[in-house]
Nanobody
Framework: QVQLVESGGGLVQPGGSLRLSCAASGIMFSIYTMGWYRQAPGKQRELVAAITSGGNTNYADSVKGRFTLSRDNAKMTVYLQMNSLKPEDTAVYYC?????????WGQGTQVTVSS
């Protein structure tokens, strides 16, 4: 079956960096738009970044210039490089795969930015 498995979360100080990974299986990965969403306590889930099958990227205004989204179709993996992290980046980060009307979600990985 379809699986999206996130990894790379953890605790970092403000200004630090993390790289999240999402490994997919059970889908034709190359045709899917891949994205990262996050949900902080008391807030709605929001789109952080997305990358299309053609490699076009979109970022939330709050992370532009700090986060970089990339994909490796051979490894069926999408990466989110997060630099210059801020306390407001603290959230559970979820991987998403979308094609037409179909959406799949990972289990989430916790990112905590605190001194």
């Amino acid at each position: 079956q379809v699986q999206l498995v996130e990894s790379g979360g953890g605790l970092v100080q403000p200004g630090g960096s993390l790289r999240l990974s999402c490994a997919a299986s059970g889908i034709m990965f190359s045709i899917y738009t891949m994205g990262w969403y996050r949900q902080a306590p008391g807030k709605q889930r929001e789109l952080v970044a997305a990358i299309t099958s053609g490699g076009n990227t979109n970022y939330a205004d709050s992370v532009k210039g700090r986060f970089t989204l990339s994909r490796d179709n051979a490894k069926m993996t999408v990466y989110l490089q997060m630099n210059s992290l801020k306390p407001e980046d603290t959230a559970v980060y979820y991987c998403n795969a979308a094609f037409q009307s179909v959406d799949y979600w990972g289990q989430g990985t916790q990112v905590t930015v605190s001194s």
